[in-house]
């Protein structure tokens, strides 16, 4: 046997260290580097491996690197959190004869909540088997006036009537509300009815509203969660001139929220009143708000704002900003007494409150209506978002009168908006692409060429050195 055939891979060094040869993948590696370093139009780098220079200034140079990896990396990572947390701006457009302005919607509430002889009829036909009724109609006549504030007035217990049912044996026994309903542009939208709708306050009717059609108590009594097709609501342009709508013939006096078409009634916000035999009119004016498609295309978390559709309510399959309030609202609720009223939409997961549970809600009412610790005056975390689209609408004029002919409501905009605010988009991808490719050119002198070499070593031209280097291994 030759020497050549009997030397070890390694040997001992004087001092007795083991010495090994380096691999043929770790030396294919190496000089793939190297190689990517000295041939790079990446500035800097290729002094790291000139072998020419001393070693001080090799190190000097690996600071000058790693100083601007450093740079650049803050930099960048700073561009990319603006980009996410802060793409848009809000500015103002005043071309005010280019858009159309949706009419209010409004929720009339009626003031009376029964009519006993619908109660006792109701009562007699739906539960013939009661065994006190007059207890039964006390307790209904007591529930239907019960919301935050009022839960203690409920003194009468029916045991027979179960909790997931009061709000079905409310809206059956409810107050028979009447009234006819018109607009001075029935040829462009010609819908004559409200829909009925369970809120904080009772049961209540809107107009020219997308959101409320989700606690209608046909909805709920039909277990259907899912979104609906529904008519266009009501717009206008300031060309249409003055336009309003009418709910007239009302039997009742009521309580009023007038609402963005894609909001819904909370008990924590302004209300307005009509008495019974009177003739309310309102004149209003509106300021929108509205999104481009391009923000409509950010994440929510860029835009911090939701769309109707993005919905992410247990309760309801649309979105907004009260109905997200309102929810929150109903998970406090639960936190604090282990069900929730009977006015919201309830699962398996919250039951309803019985009459120790609305007492229990009584005690928390100033806590639940504000959302807000009235000990500490924290907030309750709600992380509700408003809508990227929403016209809020103040009352510019109100008048009443007494009435002989009905209860008669009548409102609409006298004052078109000269100006609206408009969400649109400040640092968007171009933007940060732009500023991402800045910081890398100041601190590495690269460009979208070096960032092509860099994937075309990594890609075509590695593929060919490692054929190259096994071809050589084999030879």
Request: aromatic share 12%; proline share 5%.
């Amino acid at each position: 046997m030759t020497s050549s055939e009997t030397k070890p891979v390694g040997g001992k060094n004087k001092m007795g260290l083991v010495l090994t040869r380096s691999s043929p993948l770790l030396e294919t590696v190496k000089d793939f580097l190297l190689q990517l370093i000295t041939t790079s139009s990446l500035h800097g780098f290729k002094y790291l491996v000139c072998p020419s220079l001393h070693p001080l200034e090799r190190l000097s140079w690996l600071c000058v690197v790693v100083s601007a990896l450093w740079g650049a990396a803050t930099l960048s990572l700073s561009t990319w959190t603006r980009f996410q947390e802060n793409p848009t701006v809000v500015s103002m457009e005043r071309n005010y004869l280019d858009w159309n302005t949706s009419f209010p919607s409004v929720s009339i509430c009626p003031l009376p909540k029964y009519d006993e002889e619908n109660l006792i009829k109701i009562i007699h036909e739906k539960f013939p088997n009661l065994k006190d009724k007059k207890m039964a109609m006390e307790f209904l006549m007591q529930l239907s006036k019960a919301t935050f504030g009022t839960f203690s007035k409920v003194m009468a217990r029916s045991y027979e009537i179960q909790p997931s049912v009061y709000w079905k044996v409310l809206w059956e026994t409810g107050f028979p509300f009447t009234y006819n309903v018109s607009n001075s542009n029935t040829q462009a939208y010609n819908r004559t009815e409200m829909n009925q709708v369970v809120t904080e306050v009772g049961l209540c009717y809107s107009y020219n509203s997308l959101a409320t059609i989700y606690y209608d108590p046909r909805i709920w009594e039909r277990n259907e969660w899912h979104v609906l097709s529904q008519t266009e609501i009501f717009r206008s342009n300031p060309l249409d001139g003055d336009i309003f709508a009418q709910v007239m013939n009302m039997n009742a006096g009521y309580r009023l929220y007038v609402l963005d078409p894609t909001e819904f009634p909370d008990i924590s916000i302004p209300q307005l009143e009509g008495l019974n035999n009177s003739y309310k009119t309102l004149d209003l004016t509106a300021l929108s708000i509205v999104s481009t498609k391009e923000v409509e295309e950010l994440s929510i978390q860029q835009r911090k704002c939701r769309l109707p559709r993005e919905s992410n309510l247990l309760s309801s399959p649309v979105y907004s900003y009260n109905l997200c309030r309102i929810e929150c609202r109903m998970k406090e609720c639960y936190r604090l007494c282990k069900c929730i009223p009977h006015f919201y939409r309830s699962n398996d997961n919250y039951p309803v409150c019985d009459l120790e549970g609305m007492h229990c809600l009584d005690k928390h009412s100033e806590r639940l209506v504000r959302m807000i610790d009235p000990n500490t005056g924290v907030k309750v975390p709600c992380h509700c978002l408003q809508l990227c689209n929403e016209v809020n609408y103040v009352v510019d004029t109100e008048n009443s009168m007494a009435w002989t002919l009905g209860t008669n409501l009548k409102w609409g905009l006298t004052k078109y908006p000269k100006f609206r605010l408009k969400r649109g988009i400040l640092f968007g991808g171009t933007e940060l692409l732009v500023a991402i490719g800045g910081t890398a050119g100041l601190f590495f002198g690269c460009s979208l060429l070096s960032l092509a070499e860099i994937v075309y070593f990594f890609t075509l031209h590695l593929f060919w050195f490692i054929m190259k280097r096994n071809k050589k291994l084999r030879s």
